[in-house]
């Protein structure tokens, strides 16, 4: 017999000889033989069953900068494991890049796979998407917040924080800040922004926040002096009258309007004689929010009517002696005079008959209505 070297192997997809050597063993003669050697044939055929390759394509995730931003490549899994990756070339871009916030596909498709496999006849290629994904900035625009005592100016601040995220490197806002409170009470701090140029409003999700601008009331004490007015006036029958006061403020902040006033301030007098106005402090009210600690002081104004000064005089008279009383009922009234419709009626009691002189001696009684008081 003989042993036999078969050396014959095919493993692709193809046709071969089945080549072989032999040995005769040991006591078989070759001479007593006629050898003929005949090489069979080795033949692989192609794999028929489907082979799947899922392409999956890298994704990334990105928040926005204001640089490019890129993802490359992707992975391959095969559903038979006789199937390699050498087995097929690709003809595609298997990158995407992107700058602005958005999702960006890398967009590749079954043609840019090619199978170069003979031993597979049915090779599908899937294509699982994968993006990159650029997210947008998160930023917190914020006005101030601020406090002051009332001191009758605005009260403002143009200050605004950015927050969060911010903005990328070269980019951001320009802002008007229009809030503004004088009067004690408390407001938002409004404003508006304006994105500078080359700054896209959709790469950004921006909040705003207004801060709160807040005026409290000045607690120090305002002292409002009430001075009411006067007058003087001769007494004459008639009514008079004194209206009115003026106001004096130790604060410059605090005026009339700040105030009101529910007293009478008139005053009224006919006889002779003294008149006060009599507000008083309660007759005064603090109507601003601006100051808590107000003080109204009173100074006293009064209508002053003079009483009117008034000579009665009689008269003198002269005669040669007859033996007859002199007498002489005139009485004269001088000064300030009686008011009209007023006076007196008068009793002349002098009287002179002998040569000599003696005072022309009267008494008067005043009118029903004229008051002694008034003169």
């Known amino acids: 017999g003989a042993t036999y070297a078969v050396t014959g192997t095919i493993t692709e997809v193809g046709e071969t000889a089945n080549a072989f050597t032999y040995t005769l063993n040991d006591g078989t003669k070759a001479s007593n033989y006629d050898i003929t050697t005949t090489e069979g044939t080795l033949k692989v055929t192609e794999l028929t069953a489907k ?31 006789l199937y390699k990756e050498s087995y097929f070339t690709f003809s595609g871009n298997d990158k995407v890049t992107g700058t602005d916030a958005g999702s960006y596909a890398m967009e590749l498709q079954p043609e840019d796979f090619t199978n170069i496999s003979n031993n597979f006849s049915d090779v599908e290629f899937v294509i ?12 917190t625009l914020t006005s101030a917040t601020q406090e002051k005592v009332y001191d009758g100016t605005a009260l403002t601040n143009d200050e605004v924080v950015v927050s969060g995220d911010g903005f990328a490197e070269g980019e951001g806002a320009t802002y008007a800040v ?5 009067e004690v ?5 409004t404003f508006s922004y304006t994105l500078n140029e080359g700054t896209k409003a959709a790469n950004y999700d921006i909040k705003t926040t207004e801060g709160t601008l807040k005026v409290t009331a000045l607690t120090d004490k305002v002292t409002v002096t009430i001075t009411e007015n006067k007058g003087s006036e001769k007494y004459d029958g008639a009514a008079k009258t004194v209206t009115g006061y003026t106001v004096s403020i130790d604060n410059e902040l605090y005026t009339v309007d700040d105030f009101t006033f529910s007293g009478n301030d008139k005053v009224t007098g006919t006889d002779a004689g003294s008149y006060d106005m009599k507000l008083k402090p309660e007759d005064f009210t603090n109507t601003s929010e601006n100051f808590t600690n107000v003080a109204f002081v009173i100074v006293d104004g009064t209508l002053e009517i003079s009483k009117r000064s008034v000579t009665l005089t009689s008269s003198d008279s002269t005669k040669v002696y007859d033996g007859e009383a002199l007498t002489n009922n005139e009485v004269t009234v001088g000064g300030d005079g009686f008011a009209d419709g007023e006076g007196a009626t008068y009793d002349v009691t002098g009287t002179q008959t002998a040569v000599g002189s003696s005072a022309n001696t009267f008494s008067y009684t005043l009118n029903e209505g004229t008051k002694a008081a008034n003169y």
């Open 51 to 81: 082979v799947t390759v899922t392409i999956t394509e890298h994704s990334g995730t990105e928040k926005y900068d204001g640089t490019e931003k890129t993802v490359a490549g992707y992975d391959v899994k095969i559903s038979n494991p």
């Open 128 to 139: 699982v998407d994968g993006t990159l994904e650029i997210s947008k900035r998160s930023v």
């Open 178 to 182: 229009t809030g503004t409170i004088t």
């Open 185 to 189: 009470g408390e407001t938002a701090n």
